[in-house]
């Protein structure tokens, strides 16, 4: 028993806390029993990877268990093999520490405190992706899930790495997480899904509206004005009515008069008067 626990830590098969020293120290403490174990593993993690930079403000995500009921129902090949209890009993443990497992919570505490708060909310958005997207798949039984646990120390080792390196701005962790993220979605990729619940999703950034320009186009022909409605003909007094209809009386013998002289050669009487005695 002893061989195989050197081998399976000392040997750097798994050393998820990258502790140093004699391979003895660390068997003597092994023989200590799995709940002693756990909670040492636990207390040398939240001191190891401390660098007093900042002081945590925004707290990592922990599992809901409606979270990932939609991950656990969209693989129908591990519903036969795995309950769902047996599934999230897994995704706990992943969050929280397991034997020789260490919790996922204290890593992700100890990487945001290595972070100035103002810049804390990003780097706790990128750790809560990542958690839940490696929960989510390697909770499932071993025959289908994608994430196996030889992948785990790897990608917390350079989480856990890069924060102690970090001066608190996140030029060192920040593109550790990226580049993370980005290979457990390529692990992931296709069917089954793994969704992500919508309190991790980040809201969609609102467009910013653009002022109206017309700019490489025609100006706008603004419709012609409504012509104003004719007036309404004044009404006329009989005597207006009456003087009227002499004078057009008088233009038509005026009128009459002229075309006849024209056809005689005779000028026409003065005043218009008609022939005869």
């Given at each position: 028993?002893?061989?195989?626990?050197?081998?399976?830590?000392?040997?750097?098969?798994?050393?998820?806390?990258?502790?140093?020293?004699?391979?003895?120290?660390?068997?003597?403490?092994?023989?200590?029993?799995?709940?002693?174990?756990?909670?040492?593993?636990?207390?040398?993690?939240?001191?190891?990877?401390?660098?007093?930079?900042?002081?945590?403000?925004?707290?990592?995500?922990?599992?809901?268990?409606?979270?990932?009921?939609?991950?656990?129902?969209?693989?129908?090949?591990?519903?036969?093999?795995?309950?769902?209890?047996?599934?999230?009993?897994?995704?706990?443990?992943?969050?929280?520490?397991?034997?020789?497992?260490?919790?996922?919570?204290?890593?992700?505490?100890?990487?945001?405190?290595?972070?100035?708060?103002?810049?804390?909310?990003?780097?706790?958005?990128?750790?809560?992706?990542?958690?839940?997207?490696?929960?989510?798949?390697?909770?499932?039984?071993?025959?289908?899930?994608?994430?196996?646990?030889?992948?785990?120390?790897?990608?917390?080792?350079?989480?856990?790495?890069?924060?102690?390196?970090?001066?608190?701005?996140?030029?060192?962790?920040?593109?550790?997480?990226?580049?993370?993220?980005?290979?457990?979605?390529?692990?992931?990729?296709?069917?089954?899904?793994?969704?992500?619940?919508?309190?991790?999703?980040?809201?969609?950034?609102?467009?910013?509206?653009?002022?109206?320009?017309?700019?490489?186009?025609?100006?706008?022909?603004?419709?012609?004005?409504?012509?104003?409605?004719?007036?309404?003909?004044?009404?006329?007094?009989?005597?207006?009515?009456?003087?009227?209809k002499v004078k057009r009386k008088a233009a038509a013998r005026k009128h009459k008069s002229g075309v006849k002289a024209s056809k005689t050669g005779a000028p026409p009487k003065p005043g218009g008067a008609p022939d005869g005695g």
């Amino acid at each position: 028993m002893s061989r195989l626990l050197r081998r399976f830590t000392c040997n750097g098969l798994y050393n998820p806390l990258r502790l140093t020293g004699k391979c003895s120290n660390m068997i003597a403490m092994l023989r200590l029993g799995p709940a002693t174990l756990v909670m040492l593993t636990l207390g040398l993690a939240g001191t190891c990877g401390a660098t007093g930079v900042a002081i945590q403000s925004v707290g990592p995500y922990y599992p809901i268990e409606a979270d990932f009921r939609a991950t656990y129902d969209a693989d129908l090949g591990n519903q036969g093999a795995q309950s769902f209890d047996d599934y999230y009993t897994w995704v706990k443990r992943f969050y929280d520490g397991y034997l020789l497992y260490p919790s996922w919570i204290a890593l992700e505490k100890r990487a945001i405190a290595a972070i100035v708060p103002a810049r804390q909310a990003r780097a706790a958005r990128g750790l809560d992706t990542i958690g839940f997207l490696t929960a989510a798949e390697w909770a499932k039984d071993n025959d289908h899930h994608r994430i196996k646990k030889e992948d785990l120390p790897g990608w917390g080792n350079r989480i856990n790495d890069a924060a102690q390196k970090d001066s608190g701005s996140g030029s060192t962790l920040f593109p550790v997480i990226d580049q993370v993220s980005l290979d457990i979605r390529a692990k992931i990729q296709g069917p089954p899904a793994v969704p992500l619940p919508s309190r991790l999703t980040p809201p969609a950034p609102k467009p910013k509206p653009t002022p109206p320009t017309n700019h490489g186009t025609a100006p706008a022909v603004r419709p012609p004005a409504p012509k104003p409605p004719a007036k309404p003909h004044p009404k006329q007094t009989h005597g207006q009515a009456v003087a009227k209809k002499v004078k057009r009386k008088a233009a038509a013998r005026k009128h009459k008069s002229g075309v006849k002289a024209s056809k005689t050669g005779a000028p026409p009487k003065p005043g218009g008067a008609p022939d005869g005695g």
